[in-house]
Structure formats: structure tokens, C-alpha cells
């Protein structure tokens, strides 16, 4: 088995350079080619392991997402390849599957790989086990959601003015009957655009309704139980705003399967965009979060940590969402 | 920094058992509970990498796809996630953002990184290298698609039987202009869904239109152009043919554009199956792959294939597809 130092002289030039080859960095283009041809002849394989163990740099990234399904998962990873693809960094997807365990399984399974560092959207915000990535120094950037107990960087939406904005356009709208198909309590986002809900209905004197306020797991599945639930109410409401894709799209499916058209018998206002929303008839309502862009600024930020710059940590920006307002949500004036 | 033999000694155990427990073997409780004990206690690190050389496992199954955002990608690693998560496999994913070089590297990168296995879609079905792979016994299954010169185990649809039921639905309610937007002529899927479509054609006696057959990249963007150059024709099709996700949305997208609705002014029959498809009016018709059956099986040949079961090698699965037939085609009768 071939060694650095074979191909080294055989490509005459320094351990170092075929090093800083092998790493990565640029260096001299003749020099680079009698590199290559080298490791080709003596079938040269550089151990990456090794390589982490020498540099300290593995140029791999690791994303853990809660579910690859998930269209807003996606997009922010697309932003992250933008980033980071033409900066040669290797970058693995991971994910949670919807499972704490899971989770605490996959981070422990990229920090023995040796990331450079990980982006990370957590499963909830209440649970999170990250002790050991922290002691090794390896950098985590969350990206749409915070946890507890841990200080990092993070990129997240406005999700408070988020939810306000859509139901201030639905009570301009007329509506007063608004109904809201939350998250998870333990869930920094699911909180966070409640909280938007209840401000909007307070500043527009609007009572709370207790049964117009339902919670429902942001999985796969989710809003299917709670939308029947409130259109099965005595008093329904007229409008009703659902706060994440698969609880906007369940809600969607019931409506059609009980002949309720959207925007005539019952108004709907949902959250995270895809190109197909745009073309229903109606199209639908949604707050869109800029998903490419959280994906861009979170490989930013971990780009920076990654290069040993601490300053303004942790540095947890957050980013407007966007309000498009269709005939989904029916003017009752 | 400690080592498996201080592991080892504290907890009372072999180092044979604690071995075992680092990688991922059954051991009696009360041991495993005094590893974890001691591991924690002495923060003890095993170097996956090593643990790989020694074993030669590495637990890792890696999966490399071309796109991250589309949904038949995501949906087979559901499936592939079904079936190797209950194992303890760590699944890792790559996209190679469409791009062949970028295919090429990461196939290297999950080569360096050891993993046990790896489950590709490939970008192309022409250039592919793999060498490295197959000499260090790396077991590849293919997805979708097979590539030229190698044989790999594949889980695959039967495409041209996919496409023929497709037309001939297109055929049988009328039709006798129909158009199609076909992938690139060097991705295997996009050669055979060509052949299905001719072979429809031929079998009814209908006469094959060049201006009719249009190829169009298997990327984001694809078929904007396609659809624009069929609508624009003197003779234009009255229904229209489009052979993968992307192509499918962006002739809708181009059709709503024009004002142009579907099923009436223009039938179109689309391929891969979306959640929101069947909530349109009308639903679309489509070409459905059974997506997660795919990664389902693929993840089952490769676990035969990495408990060393080479019988029936190269195993070629083609699964069926299923045609959904809507009234986004006109019936002309």
C-alpha cells in the first residue's frame, strides 16, 4: 500500500504540497496534475479519516432535518448546497425521521464522522443532546427552530409577525370566526406563531375562543383529526389559519372530501409555500418562510465558524416571511 | 485520552464485550449499562474509522440521488429509511445537485468515508465511474436507473410498459395528435418511457410526428420550453405527454400562463405522483411510481448483498407502475 511519500516523489514535490493537495487548497496547476497522474499510477489512497485527524478539517458538513419529505426541509438544504457545493465541501443529509431518538442517534453519528460542522433542525425545541458536539468544539447553526439549554447560532423566521400578518388579513377580510390548527406546544415555531394568533385577535378586540384554538403534531399526518374537529363545532369558524405544509395540505384533502370549497364555504390561510399552491383555484394563502435564503445564511454562518471567527455568538438572525394573500380567505365585507 | 482497554477495566468487562457493544452487537444488559457508564465517565471516543478497519462495518449506508427537492427522490429514501432504520443503519445522503462531476465526487466521498453499501440514482445512465467501488467490494444498488458499463443489482419501473398505458388512455379517448416531452436521450428512463409512447403509436396505427416528440432536460426548469414549442406549432397536439415531475408542474404552470385549462383546451397526462395532484380541478392524470416500494426493495438487495448473499447476481427488479386516469385528458369521443 502507497504512502504520501510515494506519491510525493514520485510527483517530485514536497509531502506538504501533496498534503495541501489532498486537502483541498489550491496550489500550483503543474504541480496538481503530477499529483494526480501520481496517485493514479500507485492507486494512492488517502485515508479522509487520517486527513481529519492531521488537519483537524474533514471539508464535510453535516445536515440533520426532522423529515425528508418535507418541502420546507428541502429547500433550506438546497440553499445549503448553494453555499457550500462550490466551496468543495462534502455535505450529508441526515434524518431524524420525526424521532428524538433518532436525532440524539444521528448527531452522535456525525460527530464521529468527524463534521467540520452541522446544521441542524430540531425535531422539538425541548429535547436536544448535543454535550459532546459542544466539548469538541464543532460547530452547530440551527436553522428554523431554538432549542433549550443550548446557546448557538441559529437562522429562523419571524414567526410571531408571520401568523400576526395572516390573521390581520383575515379579520381585515371580515372574519371574526378565525380558527387556528397550531403545532406542538413544545415547538419554538409552533409557539411562537401562536403567539401571533392570540396578539392579532387581541389587538383587533377580538375574543379568544378556546375551541377555536387546537394543537396537532407537525408530522406527516398532522391537521387531519383537528380540521374535523372544528368543522364538526356547533359554532364552526368561518376562517380558519393551519401553520405548517402537511397540516395546510391535510386540511386542504378534508375540505375537498367534505365538498367544502376553499374560499367560498370555508376560508383557509396556510403556512410554507410550494409551486404547486400557486396554482390551485383558488390559489392558496400562505406565509411563505424564504427557505433558500435560511439554508444560504446558516452555511454562512457555520462557514464562519468553521473558520475559527467567534465574534457576535451567538448570532441568531431571523428573517421576515412573506404573505400572499389569495381568494382562499373569502371577503365577508 | 483513554482507551477501549480503560473502558474495558472499569467496567469489569472484556474488551472483546466492549468491542461488541461499540459496534452496535447484542450484550447483556447489565454490561452494556457499565460501558455506557464508563464510556461517559472517561469520555472515552471510539474512532468510528478505526472501528470500520477492524470490523469492516461501518453501520453506513449511503445514498446518493440527483436532486434533494424532488419528491420521487425523497419518497424512495422514505422507503429506504423503512427498512434500514429499524436496523440501526445510519443513512446518509447526498445530492449530486444534477451534475455529473459532482455525482462523481460524492460517490468517492462515501467511498473514502467507508460506508458498508450505497444506493445511487444516478444523474445519467451514460457516464458513470464506480471502479473504485466495485474493487474495494462495495455493494451497489441502482435505483431508476441503470448505467452502461456495469452491472450493479437495480430496482427499477417497467417505464415503456408505464408510458404505453399512458397514451393508450390518451389514445382510447380519442386522441390521435399527442405530443410528448421526453427526457434527455442518455438517461435510461427517459429512453424507454420514448419507446412506450412509439410502441403505443405504432400498435394503434397512428403516424408518428417529429414535430410532436421533444426531449427536454430531467432538471428543475425542464419542460417550459418543450410545452411553449408544442403550443406554438401550426398543428398543435391536443394532448400532451410529459415524462417526469418537473416537466409535469411546468406545463402546467405554462398552460395556466396561457390561459390554456387543462382537460379542456389541452389534455396532458404527467408522470410521478405529488400528494397535490389528485387535489387539482381536474386531478392529473399520472404515470405513479411505486417510489417507496423502490427504496423499499433496494434497501433489502443491498442488505443481501452486504451479509454476503451474492446468489442471483446482478438482480434486476422492475416494479409496475400504476396509471391514474383523470379528466385532465378529454375524452374526444
Same mark, same amino acid.
Given at each position: %500500500? ?13 509531502? /506538504?504540497?501533496? !498534503? ?11 504541480? !496538481? ?9 500507485? $492507486?494512492?489512497? !488517502?485515508?479522509?479519516?487520517?486527513? /481529519? ?19 420546507? #426541509? ?70 428554523? =427552530? ?10 429562523? #423566521? ?17 372574519? =371574526?370566526?378565525?380558527?387556528?390548527? /397550531? ?37 406527516? $399526518? ?27 395540505? $391535510? ?7 367534505? $365538498? ?8 383557509? #390561510? /396556510? ?7 400557486? %396554482? ?54
Amino acid at each position: %500500500m502507497s504512502t504520501i511519500k510515494d506519491v510525493a516523489k514520485l510527483a517530485n514535490v514536497s509531502i /506538504g504540497t501533496v !498534503s495541501r493537495f489532498i486537502n483541498g487548497y489550491k496550489i500550483k496547476q503543474e504541480n !496538481s496534475l503530477r499529483i494526480e497522474e501520481a496517485i493514479e499510477q500507485l $492507486n494512492f489512497k !488517502s485515508n479522509p479519516m487520517a486527513r /481529519g485527524l492531521r488537519t483537524n478539517k474533514t471539508l464535510t458538513i453535516g445536515v440533520l432535518i426532522p423529515r425528508i419529505t418535507d418541502v420546507f #426541509c428541502t429547500q433550506v438544504i438546497e440553499g445549503i448546497e448553494e453555499i457550500l457545493n462550490p466551496l468543495n465541501y462534502g455535505i450529508v443529509i441526515c434524518s431524524a425521521n420525526d424521532n428524538l431518538e433518532q436525532q440524539t442517534e444521528k448527531l452522535s453519528y456525525l460527530r464521529e464522522k468527524f463534521v467540520d460542522g452541522i446544521i441542524v433542525m430540531p425535531v422539538t425545541s425541548s429535547e436536544f443532546e448535543a454535550d459532546e458536539i459542544v466539548n469538541r468544539g464543532i460547530p452547530i447553526v440551527l436553522v428554523d =427552530r431554538l432549542v433549550k439549554g443550548y446557546e448557538f447560532d441559529a437562522v429562523i #423566521c419571524d414567526n410571531v409577525n408571520g401568523a400576526y400578518s395572516a390573521v390581520e388579513m383575515i379579520i381585515n377580510k371580515g372574519h =371574526r370566526k378565525i380558527a387556528v390548527i /397550531g403545532g406542538p406546544e413544545e415547538i419554538f415555531t409552533a409557539q411562537e406563531r401562536l403567539t401571533g394568533y392570540l396578539r392579532a385577535l387581541n389587538d383587533y378586540n377580538i375574543e379568544v375562543k378556546e375551541e377555536y384554538i387546537l394543537h396537532s403534531p407537525y408530522t406527516k $399526518n398532522g391537521g387531519i383529526q383537528a380540521i374535523n374537529q372544528l368543522l364538526d363545532l356547533e359554532d364552526p369558524p368561518t376562517a380558519i389559519f393551519t401553520t405548517n405544509y402537511p397540516i395546510t395540505v $391535510n386540511s386542504m384533502k378534508v375540505l375537498m372530501e367534505r $365538498n367544502l370549497v376553499m374560499g367560498e364555504a370555508i376560508s383557509l #390561510c /396556510g403556512y410554507d409555500q410550494t409551486e404547486l399552491f400557486q %396554482m390551485f383555484n383558488p390559489p392558496v394563502s400562505v406565509v411563505v418562510q424564504p427557505s433558500r435564503e435560511i439554508g444560504i445564511h446558516a452555511a454562512e454562518i457555520l462557514l464562519k465558524r468553521m473558520s475559527d471567527d467567534q465574534s457576535r455568538f451567538p448570532h441568531i438572525q431571523r428573517l421576515k416571511t412573506q404573505l400572499i394573500e389569495t381568494e382562499s380567505v373569502k371577503s365577508m365585507i
